[in-house]
């Protein structure tokens, strides 16, 4: 049976590459990132799922309000298909993908995918198309073969996850009987090349958004007024400071054992050069090692304020995003045996756990005492970059684990 589904998983690379295509060729882009959101995408995968024929699939939607959005919603699909256990194994991919940056970067259009070679070229295609396609086909291979699932299936293709999943996860969870304490949870959003990787742990997100508000004059007159870009400046050059000073812990357990406290986006303020701008925003991104209180941080990060505006006269707003980091997953648990199992069938490797600086889908069920893995084999350092691609045989090798995974095969 083994063998029957890793080749029915191979018959499907095709199919699975017209399909990836398919669905990057509609932009999902958050409303609040500048884009239209996930409904047409969504109810695309929702075609393709009927065109697959899986009959005895019970799918349904959730919606999160969001004025923002299309019809006041964002929508994530979930697709149910029974096991010989009632006790669930739950595939989580997001459907949304981030904006496609600076276009003259690119050398395609982002949202008309092509391939070139061994790889498929686009926005979305690695992150997190090619594990969303993986998941579905994986399903179909399973079937394909003749075999029947060891457990309940559960594919959540959700909405929001880049912008923190205000507007998909972050909600759902908290609906009764979604989720249940049992759920066997992967999450496919990150990983390597190799396929040897298994997140157990994340550090916790916390972005800053500083707005500096002095008073707006003329250039050759700055005396007159508060320079709003000299005091972001020296804002950001002494958090960033202050906080690399501060936590200086390490944990090995991280690919990149240290926090990161890194300035990152820089808001448009005045129109013309010779104008002294009065106002200045900006943000910080900041990825903190789970033995740290992010209240710890926060609080060195409200002095530095307090006290640049007593030194200059202006007045600083912050706004804060945290994601405090959860209990990493024990080695121990039935979806890391799983996982592990099945990697080694496809792969022939001895996969290693570790922590990851990104956030996924994860820390939400480890955060509610739900153990979660995250694993896909993907390509390094292509996510949110210009002429993103994703190796065509990854889609296929996910497919293999995923398979086998709900196939409750283990060696």
Known sequence: MRDKILLEAEKLQGAM????????????????????????KIHELEKIIHELGLSKAKIHYEYVDDDKAQNGKRPSLFLE?????????CILTHIDVVPEGD????????????VRGSRL??????????????????LKALLDSGAEPEYTILLAFVADEELGSHYGLEKLIERENLFRSDDLVIVPDSGNDAGDFIEVA??????????????????????????????????????DEALHKAFKQENKLFTYPFSTFEPTRRFTNVPAVNIVPGREKFSFDCRVLPEINID???????????????RTGATIELKVDRADAAQPTTPDNEITKL????????????????GIGGGTFAAFFRRKGIPAVVWSQECDGVAHQPDEFTEISYLVNNA????????????
């Open 121 to 138: 070229y686009g926005r979305g295609v690695s992150d997190n198309g090619t594990c969303l396609v993986s998941s579905l086909y994986a």
């Open 296 to 310: 710890d941080v926060l609080g060195i990060v409200n002095k530095i304020c307090k006290d640049i505006e007593q």
């Open 202 to 239: 994340e550090k916790a997100m916390l972005q800053l958004e500083f707005t500096v508000l002095g008073k707006q004059v003329h250039a050759s007159i700055p005396h007159t007024g508060i320079n709003a870009c000299r005091v972001a400046n020296v804002l950001s050059y002494e958090v």
């Open 339 to 354: 996982l592990v199992s099945s990697i080694r069938e496809v792969f022939n490797i001895e996969p290693k756990a570790g």
């Open 81 to 89: 298909y029974p096991g010989r256990k009632a006790q669930r194994l």
């Open 17 to 40: 590459v017209d399909t990836l295509t398919r669905l990057c060729r509609l932009p999902a882009i958050s409303p609040h990132n500048g884009g239209v959101g996930e409904d047409a």
């Open 400 to 411: 293999k684990v995923f398979a086998l995974m709900m196939a409750g095969i283990k060696k």
């Open 103 to 114: 276009r003259t970067a690119w050398t395609l259009d982002p949202f008309k995918p092509e």
